[in-house]
């Protein structure tokens, strides 16, 4: 006796619950004359009179749509923009839109600044190395001694082989850092 009970119950969720999702439904009707239903405004070449139903109504009944016989001749069918059949949701759609496309524009502004503010970082970085390898090579052309100082603290004069091994490295690093 209780397991037809519970069967009962849950379907009476599942019929709560579907009828649920009911409410916020469109309807209107397409350019073929067919009725369209969609949780999803129509798109924007379908016009407000053709609008059948949609989630701000709360009637039970569908709206019926403006037939063009009853319109007075040389008048304008298309509904006017104070009119109140106007959807409420419809501006706030296009709201949406606008404030999507606007936070993505921006994101799309900070990640180009972020990116060109490491550009010129790397490039300042360069012009650096640049200009130290430049200032090396020039003291190593001159032919004046150089020394450097060992691991254990000790200064050591650089003999010829040193010397153009690191006029070698110097001029890799000018031709990599001042093009």
Known sequence: MKLPHLI???LFALA???AASAFAQWQWIDKDGRKVFSDRAPPPEVLQK???KQP???SKT???PVNSDSAAPGSDSAPTASSPTGGASAPKIATADKELEAKKKQAADAEAAKRKAEEEKVVKAKIENCARAK???TTFDSGVR???TNASGEREVMDDAARAAEVRRI???IDADCK
């Open 135 to 137: 200032q090396a090579k």
């Open 146 to 148: 150089v020394a450097r």
């Open 16 to 18: 709560c619950a579907f």
């Open 50 to 52: 053709n609008i059948l």
């Open 171 to 173: 001029q890799t690093v």
């Open 56 to 58: 701000g109504n709360m």
């Open 8 to 10: 009962r119950i849950a």
């Open 62 to 64: 569908p709206v019926a």
